[in-house]
């Protein structure tokens, strides 16, 4: 039997964590042997009871910044006692600090293969102060360690490279989704929540932190018609401070705040239009899960992934400046990133032309197939088991 071995920080709620579990789903049903090392004990994605999982501590995810950071070398510690006790010759890890530790773990003298999957623009570290400033440094030092570095979109290659260059060996490989367990999941019955055939339902998901511009969305409402209310699904440190708003602007009946739900697909499929509003990402699955329940996308032109999603055809450098308005991209609307008024001007063009709406609800299911999880991890397949490396 085949065996593969991954490192990740826990399966904790996030959209990383929720393709790595697609990932390895996917490869227990085609009979790999597959082990999970944790760094830490959070697990709100389940994994196939086949796969064997080990813990490198009882860290629960919730401890400080500055601990995680300590605990960097001591976890490279476990896991090279770990490789060397179980004679693992190759470890793709994913996530930064899983990254961290994969690639210090060889430093301390482990013998074996790193692959490295890079979830996210490391770009934005230049924004983040302190900690910013550690995670490049860790990022510019060690990278270059890894024998493989897997991105997941190529505007993140670019991004990277125009920082670091790096020399590592460098492929691209977007995320897997299984779109016919998505649209199973889509049917199942809501009972948290009633939806008025009266209303429009715009629908956000995601962690309600800066970085997602959670409040653009909220700003938008109040110029939309009172029929449309918003969706957000996730939960994050902004939630009060979304919240004040809402009621600020007298929005409070309007905004439904639904928190993390295990089955987002179902609330989507029963929306009218998906709403994303990042500053940054890095390959956007809410995207591709929301075009798999049938929405039509109306995304920010965001560094990375979007445009890559929506306008594959186009120059994924370009990125829309405020003021340059919307584009009506093969897939979906782009807008530029905190462009209130072009994201209205996106939701009314959509609202008010119904043949548009539809013309992108068939865009969206056409376009997802080309993610699906059998072809992704064929991808993955190969270079797990050493065969030729492709994007």
């Not at 430093?107 to 790193?114: E, M, R, S």
């Not at 909220?218 to 009060?240: H, S």
């Not at 009506?328 to 063009?349: C, N, Q, T």
Request: a positive charge; aromatic letters at 10%.
């Amino acid at each position: 039997m085949r065996k593969v071995t991954f490192l990740v920080n826990s399966f904790s709620f996030g959209g990383a964590e929720r393709v790595l579990s697609v990932i390895v789903s996917e490869l227990v049903k085609q009979k790999y042997e597959v082990e999970v090392i944790s760094l830490e004990r959070n697990e709100f994605y389940q994994l196939p009871k086949e796969v064997k999982k080990t813990y490198l501590s009882d860290f629960t995810g919730k401890e400080s910044g500055l601990k995680k950071l300590l605990y960097l070398p001591i976890f490279a510690w476990k896991l090279k006692k770990c490789i060397k006790s179980n004679n693992i010759r190759l470890v793709q890890s994913h996530l930064y600090r899983a990254n961290y530790v994969n690639l210090l773990a060889k430093l301390f003298g482990a013998n074996h293969k790193t692959q490295i999957v890079n979830a996210g623009v490391i770009s934005r570290y230049k924004k983040e102060g302190l900690v910013g400033k550690i995670n490049l440094f860790l990022i510019k030092k060690l990278y270059p360690k890894a024998d493989l570095i897997i991105w997941k979109s190529k505007g993140m290659q670019i991004d990277a490279n125009r920082l670091f260059n790096f020399y590592a060996k460098q492929i691209v490989i977007n995320n897997p989704y299984d779109i016919k367990k998505i649209q199973n999941l889509a049917k199942e019955e809501i009972k948290d929540f009633k939806f008025d055939k009266s209303k429009i339902y715009l629908i956000s998901v995601g962690r309600l932190i800066s970085l997602k511009r959670n409040e653009d969305l909220i700003q938008a409402l109040k110029f939309l018609d009172e029929r449309v209310e918003v969706l957000f699904l996730g939960d994050g440190e902004k939630k009060e401070y979304l919240k004040k708003l809402v009621k600020d602007l007298n929005l409070g009946k309007r905004v439904h705040f639904l928190g993390n739900v295990s089955n987002p697909f179902k609330y989507l499929a029963k929306s009218n239009i998906f709403i994303h509003t990042s500053e940054t990402e890095g390959f956007p699955n809410v995207l591709i899960e929301a075009m798999a329940c049938g929405l039509p996308v109306i995304s920010s032109d965001c560094l990375s992934g979007p445009r890559e999603i929506l306008a594959p055809d186009t120059d994924i450098t370009k990125q829309l400046k405020k003021g340059d308005g919307l584009e009506e991209a093969k897939y979906g609307i782009l807008f530029p990133v905190g462009d209130i008024e072009a994201l209205v001007d996106a939701i009314k063009m959509l609202l008010n032309n119904k043949e548009k709406l539809e013309y992108y609800k068939n865009q969206s299911l056409k376009r997802c197939k080309d993610f699906s999880v059998e072809k992704i991890v064929n991808q993955y397949k190969k270079v797990l088991l050493n065969e030729e490396d492709s994007n």
